[in-house]
C-alpha cells in the first residue's frame, strides 16, 4: 500500500515549468535555453560590446576603436597603424583583431558556454571579456586611436 501512494505521488509531480525572459526559456533550476539566436550588448569603457549565443558558444566582441584619418591627423595614423602590426600576436588565444570599412577596429573572441547554461555564467563571460579587454583599450588609445563613430547600438536604449 504504502508503494502505491509513492508511485501515486510521484505521478501526480507537476512536470517543470519553463518561463519565457526574452529570448530564453528559464528552467526550474535557472538553466537557460536559447529560443532563437540571442544578442546581449552592454558599454564597456564607452565601446560597445556585444555577446551572440549560438549552440553553446558565446561570440564576443567589442569596437576597441577607430584609426585616425590622415587629414585629421596624419602623425597619430603613422603610430596607430605601426601599433597594429604588432598587436595581434599578443592577444589572448582565440582572440582576432579586425579592421573594418569604415576604419573602426573590433576585437573578437569566442568561447565555449556551460551547460547547461546560466545567467551567472553568461555573466560571468562578459565581465571577464571585458577585464580582458582593458590592456588592449590602453594600448590602442596610447597609440592614437580615435572614438569610434557614434550612435546608439542597435538594441540598446540610452537611459
Same mark, same amino acid.
Given at each position: 500500500m504504502q508503494a502505491a501512494a509513492e508511485i501515486a505521488r510521484e505521478g501526480a509531480r507537476q512536470p517543470e515549468l519553463s518561463i519565457p525572459h526574452g529570448p530564453f526559456l528559464v528552467e526550474a533550476d535557472g538553466s537557460l535555453h536559447a529560443r532563437e539566436t540571442p544578442s546581449l550588448r552592454f558599454t564597456w569603457r =564607452?565601446?560597445?560590446? &556585444? %555577446?551572440?549565443?549560438?549552440? =553553446?558558444?558565446?561570440? /564576443? *566582441?567589442? $569596437?576597441?576603436g577607430a584609426i585616425p584619418? #590622415?587629414? &585629421? +591627423?596624419? =602623425?597619430? @595614423?603613422?603610430g596607430m597603424l605601426a601599433a597594429l602590426g604588432t598587436l595581434p600576436s599578443e592577444l !589572448?588565444?582565440?582572440?582576432r583583431l579586425r579592421l573594418l570599412p569604415d576604419h573602426?577596429? @573590433?576585437? &573578437? *573572441? &569566442?568561447? %565555449? /558556454? !556551460?551547460?547547461? #547554461? #546560466?545567467?551567472t555564467a553568461l555573466v560571468g563571460q562578459l565581465v571577464g571579456f571585458a577585464l580582458a579587454?582593458?590592456?588592449?583599450?590602453d594600448r590602442l588609445d +596610447? %597609440? =592614437?586611436? $580615435? +572614438? !569610434?563613430?557614434?550612435?546608439?547600438?542597435p538594441g540598446m536604449a540610452k537611459t
Open positions: =564607452g565601446r560597445g560590446c &556585444e %555577446a551572440r549565443l549560438d549552440a =553553446g558558444r558565446m561570440r /564576443l *566582441s567589442a $569596437v576597441a584619418y #590622415t587629414a &585629421e +591627423s596624419p =602623425g597619430l @595614423r603613422a !589572448p588565444p582565440g582572440w573602426r577596429l @573590433r576585437l &573578437e *573572441s &569566442e568561447t %565555449a /558556454l !556551460p551547460a547547461p #547554461t #546560466t545567467a579587454l582593458d590592456p588592449y583599450l +596610447s %597609440a =592614437g586611436a $580615435v +572614438s !569610434p563613430p557614434s550612435g546608439a547600438m
